[in-house]
């Protein structure tokens, strides 16, 4: 049986191994508010087509201040509203983040988030987003989180593979280049880890 993340109160310092079909092993853990410096680090290391399919603006020159103000926001959490899990990597004998999966409550509705995934690019197509977004699932099912709406570009193949992928209902939505998907969540069938 897969290990699980805990979900009322977090331990920081637990980390789930997970295996890419690449044979990759990374580790998943929630994040910590020290985790501003490692988003940065990351940032720099996303292509600028990823960065617009997940932020829907082009930010190739964003300002360094704006950005480490950026990073602290997101990686302060509000745990009765958020959640937000990391995989990571030993990379140059220091931990690295390779992709972020997160959502957040919408509004007073106890039982809808929004929810967001980026993988770093050369770690796209290989597994690791499904796992991740999985994990996710488990933690918001575990929080009485039922359903929760992704917005993307309307090509953007990957994220709207992913949700497929999952096997779970969902419904989507398509204005203005835009596609929004609602995920219902159900615990009916074990987590799935494809490798």
């Known amino acids: 049986m897969p290990q699980r993340l805990s979900v009322d109160q977090p331990d920081l310092q ?9 044979g990759r092993e990374l580790q998943v853990r929630h994040m910590r508010q ?8 990351m940032f720099y290391r996303l292509s600028s087509e ?22 602290v926001r997101l990686a302060t959490i509000h745990p009765d509203r958020e959640v937000a899990l990391l995989a990571t990597a030993q990379e140059d004998g220091r931990e690295e983040i390779i992709a972020v999966a997160r959502y957040g409550r919408v509004g007073n509705d106890s ?22 977004f999985d994990l996710l699932v488990q933690v918001g099912l575990a929080r009485g989180v039922h359903h929760v709406i992704l917005l993307t570009h309307a ?3 990957g994220l709207i593979g992913l949700i497929h ?12 280049g835009l596609y929004e998907i609602d995920v219902q969540l159900t615990d009916n069938e074990p987590p799935v880890f494809p490798y």
């Not at 020290?34 to 680090?41: G, Q, S």
């Not at 992928?165 to 203005?176: C, E, I, Q, V």
């Open 155 to 157: 090509d953007n193949t």
């Open 34 to 41: 020290t985790d501003a410096e490692l988003l940065e680090r």
């Open 50 to 71: 990823t960065l617009w399919r997940r932020f829907f603006m082009p930010l190739d020159n964003i300002d360094l201040d704006r950005l480490r103000g950026e990073t």
């Open 111 to 132: 039982e809808c988030a929004e929810a967001s995934i980026i993988v770093r690019d050369d770690y796209q197509n290989a597994g690791l987003g499904i796992q991740l």
């Open 165 to 176: 992928h999952l096997g779970l209902p969902y419904t989507g939505k398509y204005a203005s």
């Open 14 to 22: 637990a980390h789930i191994p997970i295996q890419m079909r690449d």
